[in-house]
T-cell receptor
Framework: AQKITQTQPGMFVQEKEAVTLDCTYD???????LFWYKQPSSGEMIFLIY??????QNATEGRYSLNFQKARKSANLVISASQLGDSAMYFC????????????FGKGTMLLVSP | DVKVTQSSRYLVKRTGEKVFLECVQD?????MFWYRQDPGLGLRLIYF???????EKGDIPEGYSVSREKKERFSLILESASTNQTSMYLC?????????????FGDGTRLSIL
């Protein structure tokens, strides 16, 4: 069964608008972490934001924030005030809490920001 | 800043060749990982290592092996390259076995097997 699901293959947004990228996950482990990465066309994977399963508040990092709904098992990335440089692939990933667990990635969402 | 360096951005090899992809990190990270990335499939874990001389199979280890003789270096080896191993290969490292620690990635190697 797929552990990370990103249902949007592609999203379009206009510059300066906000956009939400969806991510749902599946785990029975009470302890886990969720990560979002950005991959521009140049190929490097850039870590954006982290949310822990026991964190009381939704994570925020500058223009990035996580809409974490634990009961729904969703961890959507919100990008506020989109910029042209935000055009990239975005990956959601999960790490479960057991020792030596690894990251499981979703298939990604391509975001295109237009002027 | 963490620096993960992959030896080549682009590489072209022939079928049957033995191919080495090198990855070096400069932050004394315990954990290192090799992924391949294919369109529509996301990132898939090939091998990972939590310590020197230690290796664990990931989701798709067939056709690959790894070597970690020093803490900072993690090599991916294609024993006999085949065309279905044409892909983007990404190396990553992380500080410890703590769930909060993100993995830091290199720039990737686009490998073509002809």
């Amino acid at each position: 069964a797929q552990k990370i699901t990103q249902t949007q293959p592609g999203m379009f947004v206009q510059e300066k608008e906000a956009v939400t990228l969806d991510c749902t996950y599946d785990t029975s482990d009470p302890s886990y972490g969720l990560f979002w990465y950005k991959q521009p066309s140049s190929g490097e994977m850039i870590f954006l934001i982290y949310q822990g399963s026991y964190d009381q508040q939704n994570a925020t990092e500058g223009r990035y924030s996580l809409n974490f709904q634990k009961a729904r098992k969703s961890a959507n990335l919100v990008i506020s005030a989109s910029q042209l440089g935000d055009s990239a692939m975005y990956f959601c990933a999960m790490r479960e809490g057991r020792r030596y667990s690894t990251l499981t990635f979703g298939k990604g969402t391509m975001l295109l920001v237009s002027p | 800043d963490v620096k993960v360096t992959q030896s080549s951005r682009y590489l072209v090899k022939r079928t049957g060749e033995k191919v080495f992809l090198e990855c070096v990190q400069d932050m004394d990270h315990e954990n290192m990982f090799w992924y391949r990335q294919d369109p529509g499939l996301g990132l898939r874990l090939i091998y990972f290592s939590y310590d020197v001389k230690m290796k664990e199979k990931g989701d798709i280890p067939e056709g690959y092996s790894v070597s970690r003789e020093k803490k900072e270096r993690f090599s991916l080896i294609l024993e006999s390259a085949s065309t279905n191993q044409t892909s983007m290969y990404l190396c990553a490292s992380s500080l410890s076995d703590r769930e909060r620690q993100p993995q830091h990635f290199g720039d990737g190697t686009r490998l073509s097997i002809l």
